[in-house]
């Protein structure tokens, strides 16, 4: 916990008492919590010392054999060449996040929900392991890619939602915002042993790719919708986590208020109840690179209040690069798919998982 500490300085000073918090500035137009908001339901029972494994992984045109479904040439290009092709990718990918036992995954690059529950069978025929799928149908009609979450049976069935059905006030000046096409959230209330309350929001999402300022302009859109939809949660003394493929265009160290994930984690504003915090910042240089390009384009933001020493608190973030590379080396073209390698040397994808660990403190 001394890491996290000195790393985190700053996050644990921001995350102040309601007192201090009532005293600053008021959320932007649009930023209100509701009456749910600020009495989350029971929900998951936790006791003291309980570990939550919260993640998101990239796992590169995860489709299936199906080419029926597909409406562009590039979707049916990358879909699986047959069955049995398919069914092996599947299982491979089940073996790697069995190994890393989330709570918790955030999906990206998946073709439908479908793919999702192929991948929880094989977790529960395989490796004894149930999980439920948290999707939404998404609006990427190029790629035909969305993003998903498999999480923990024990949470029960959730209600999952997009920002348009979140409450967050107009979104219609494009020059300011731009709802990402690829994002699915939801909102969980966990109950500690002496019944204490805390509503955890996560979203996964999978941003505007490409360099060049056009694409960055479109991030910094996006991020102002995510942002806008974590400080309402934050507003309503909720935790946040957002998580997904971002396609960060600058690394961690050089993040500035101008970019999308300077957006994200509240930088552009002055007031500090949208502030969010990077657990890049817990990593070592090398474990930041999340893509074969050594790009750091996966990331995983949380609240503040996620930062402190009660109820749910952060531990630790890995990279599961170990996890993706098969085979004698690292595939080194971005451009491939699995199924251009031979079985025993096709790496599971293009990206590495990144991995959020937590502990139930009283």
């Given at each position: 916990?001394?890491?996290?500490?000195?790393?985190?300085?700053?996050?644990?000073?921001?995350?102040m008492?309601?007192?201090?918090?009532?005293?600053?500035?008021?959320?932007?137009?649009g930023?209100?919590?509701?009456?749910?908001?600020?009495?989350?339901?029971?929900?998951v029972?936790?006791?003291?010392?309980?570990?939550?494994?919260?993640?998101?992984?990239?796992?590169?045109?995860?489709?299936?054999?199906?080419?029926?479904?597909?409406?562009?040439?590039?979707?049916?290009?990358?879909?699986?060449p047959?069955?049995?092709?398919?069914?092996?990718?599947?299982k491979?990918?089940?073996?790697?996040?069995?190994?890393?036992?989330?709570?918790?995954?955030?999906?990206?690059?998946?073709?439908?929900?479908?793919?999702?529950?192929?991948?929880?069978?094989?977790?529960?025929?395989?490796?004894?392991?149930?999980?439920?799928?948290?999707?939404?149908?998404?609006?990427?009609?190029?790629?035909?890619?969305?993003?998903?979450?498999?999480?923990?049976?024990?949470?029960?069935?959730?209600?999952?939602l997009?920002?348009e059905?979140?409450?967050?006030?107009?979104?219609?000046n494009?020059?300011?915002?731009?709802?990402?096409?690829?994002?699915?959230?939801?909102?969980?209330?966990?109950?500690?042993?002496?019944?204490?309350?805390?509503?955890?929001?996560?979203?996964?999402c999978?941003?505007?790719?490409?360099?060049?300022?056009?694409?960055?302009?479109?991030?910094?859109?996006?991020?102002?919708?995510?942002?806008?939809?974590?400080?309402?949660?934050?507003a309503?003394?909720?935790?946040?986590i957002?998580?997904?493929?971002?396609?960060?265009?600058?690394?961690?160290?050089?993040?500035?208020?101008?970019?999308?994930?300077?957006?994200l984690?509240?930088?552009?504003?002055?007031?500090?109840?949208?502030?969010?915090?990077?657990?890049?910042?817990?990593?070592?240089?090398?474990?930041?690179?999340?893509?074969?390009?050594?790009?750091?384009?996966?990331?995983?933001?949380?609240?503040?209040?996620?930062?402190?020493?009660?109820?749910?608190?952060?531990?630790?973030?890995?990279?599961?690069?170990?996890?993706?590379?098969?085979?004698?080396?690292?595939?080194?073209?971005?451009?491939?798919?699995?199924?251009?390698?031979?079985?025993d040397e096709?790496?599971?994808?293009?990206?590495?998982?990144?991995?959020?660990?937590?502990?139930?403190?009283?």
């Open positions: 916990m001394s890491t996290r500490k000195s790393l985190f300085g700053l996050a644990l000073a921001a995350s008492s309601a007192a201090v918090a009532a005293s600053l500035p008021t959320p932007r137009a930023v209100t919590a509701t009456a749910a908001a600020a009495q989350p339901p029971a929900g029972q936790l006791a003291n010392g309980d570990e939550v494994t919260i993640g998101t992984w990239n796992i590169k045109f995860f489709y299936d054999d199906e080419t029926s479904d597909n409406a562009t040439q590039l979707a049916k290009k990358m879909s699986a047959s069955k049995e092709k398919y069914q092996e990718r599947v491979l990918t089940a073996a790697a996040v069995a190994k890393i036992k989330p709570t918790v995954l955030g999906l990206t690059e998946i073709e439908n929900k479908k793919v999702v529950e192929d991948l929880a069978a094989a977790l529960k025929t395989n490796h004894q392991l149930e999980y439920l799928v948290g999707f939404v149908q998404g609006k990427d009609t190029a790629t035909e890619q969305d993003v998903a979450f498999l999480y923990d049976k024990r949470f029960g069935e959730q209600t999952f997009r920002a059905d979140a409450g967050l006030g107009d979104l219609s494009g020059n300011l915002y731009k709802v990402p096409s690829k994002h699915v959230g939801v909102r969980i209330a966990h109950v500690g042993p002496n019944g204490q309350q805390q509503a955890l929001t996560m979203i996964v999978h941003l505007k790719a490409g360099g060049g300022t056009g694409n960055e302009a479109q991030r910094v859109r996006q991020s102002r919708v995510l942002n806008r939809w974590a400080a309402k949660c934050l309503a003394g909720e935790a946040v957002v998580l997904g493929d971002v396609n960060a265009g600058r690394r961690f160290d050089q993040t500035s208020a101008s970019d999308g994930m300077g957006v984690r509240g930088m552009e504003t002055t007031t500090l109840v949208d502030d969010l915090f990077d657990l890049n910042d817990d990593l070592a240089v090398a474990d930041r690179r999340t893509h074969i390009t050594g790009k750091e384009l996966d990331r995983i933001v949380v609240s503040p209040n996620l930062l402190d020493d009660v109820g749910l608190a952060y531990q630790s973030t890995a990279n599961f690069r170990h996890l993706v590379v098969r085979g004698q080396s690292a595939d080194d073209d971005a451009n491939k798919t699995f199924y251009d390698y031979a079985l096709a790496d599971l994808s293009d990206h590495y998982p990144l991995v959020a660990k937590f502990k139930y403190l009283p």
